[in-house]
T-cell receptor, first 113, second 116 residues
Framework: SQKIEQNSEALNIQEGKTATLTCNYT??????LQWYRQDPGRGPVFLLL?????KEKRKERLKVTFDTTLKQSLFHITASQPADSATYLC????????????FGKGTMLLVSP | GAVVSQHPSWVICKSGTSVKIECRSL??????MFWYRQFPKQSLMLMAT?????????EQGVEKDKFLINHASLTLSTLTVTSAHPEDSSFYIC????????????FGPGTRLLVL
C-alpha cells in the first residue's frame, strides 16, 4: 500500500542550528513533492515544491532535497529561529494525473531560544 | 499573493442540523478547489475535489449525500455537512489552485466544527 512517513516525534533544536526533517514514501512515483508549514488551528502554508528531476531546491533559509531512488525528501531550515516552530507537512502528487495531493502526518519542530 | 478565506472560522451546532462552510479565493480564479478534513494529530485527508461548474469528485469512503459540495463560481466553493453528528466534529480546510498553476494548492485558514 502507499505510505508517506514523517518523523512522528517532535524535533527539538536550539536556535541557530539547522533543522532537518525527513519524508519517506513507498509505492508512489510522484511527479513532484511539496513541503508545507502548519501552525496550530490554521491551514497549511505552501513553502517549496521540488520536481522529480530536481535534486535540490532552495528558498532563503530553506532547502529541500529529493532522492527518487531512496524515495526520500529532506527539508532543512538553516539558522533556525523560535518563529520556525510549527508542524511541517510533506505532500506528494500520487501520480494520478488529477493534481491531488497526499499528505504525511507532519513533524512538529520546536526551536528553543 | 494567493489568499483563500473560509467562513465561518468555527461553528458549534446541535446534532441533526446542517452546517455550510464557504471557501473563497480572494485574489485569483480557482479552477479547482479541494476540501480536506483533519483530526487532531492526523494528516489532512482529502474529502473531495471540485471543479467550477461540475460535480465534485469524492474520495473513497466519503459520503456524497452527507457532504454536499457546490463550486458555483471560479472564486467560491461551499461544503455543507448535512444532518451533522458528533463524529463529524473536525477541522475542515479548503484549498484552491490558480488557473494555469496546476501544482500548488493555496489553503484557507480552516473551519473548526463541533457538533454537540
Amino acid at each position: 500500500s502507499q505510505k508517506i512517513e514523517q518523523n512522528s516525534e517532535a524535533l527539538n533544536i536550539q536556535e541557530g542550528k539547522t533543522a532537518t526533517l525527513t519524508c519517506n514514501y513507498t509505492n508512489y512515483s510522484p511527479a513532484y513533492l511539496q513541503w508545507y508549514r502548519q501552525d496550530p488551528g490554521r491551514g497549511p502554508v505552501f513553502l517549496l515544491l521540488i520536481r522529480e528531476n530536481e535534486k535540490e531546491k532552495r528558498k532563503e533559509r530553506l532547502k529541500v532535497t529529493f532522492d527518487t531512488t531512496l524515495k526520500q525528501s529532506l527539508f532543512h531550515i538553516t539558522a533556525s529561529q523560535p518563529a520556525d516552530s510549527a508542524t511541517y507537512l510533506c505532500a506528494l502528487d500520487p501520480g494520478s494525473g488529477y493534481s491531488t495531493l497526499t499528505f504525511g502526518k507532519g513533524t512538529m519542530l520546536l526551536v528553543s531560544p | 499573493g494567493a489568499v483563500v478565506s473560509q467562513h465561518p472560522s468555527w461553528v458549534i451546532c446541535k446534532s441533526g442540523t446542517s452546517v455550510k462552510i464557504e471557501c473563497r479565493s480572494l485574489d485569483f480564479q480557482a479552477t479547482t478547489m479541494f476540501w480536506y478534513r483533519q483530526f487532531p494529530k492526523q494528516s489532512l485527508m482529502l474529502m473531495a475535489t471540485s471543479n467550477e461548474g461540475s460535480k465534485a469528485t469524492y474520495e473513497q469512503g466519503v459520503e456524497k449525500d452527507k457532504f454536499l459540495i457546490n463550486h458555483a463560481s471560479l472564486t467560491l466553493s461551499t461544503l455543507t455537512v448535512t444532518s451533522a453528528h458528533p463524529e463529524d466534529s473536525s477541522f475542515y480546510i479548503c484549498s484552491a489552485m490558480k488557473r494555469g498553476y496546476q501544482e500548488t494548492q493555496y489553503f484557507g485558514p480552516g473551519t473548526r466544527l463541533l457538533v454537540l
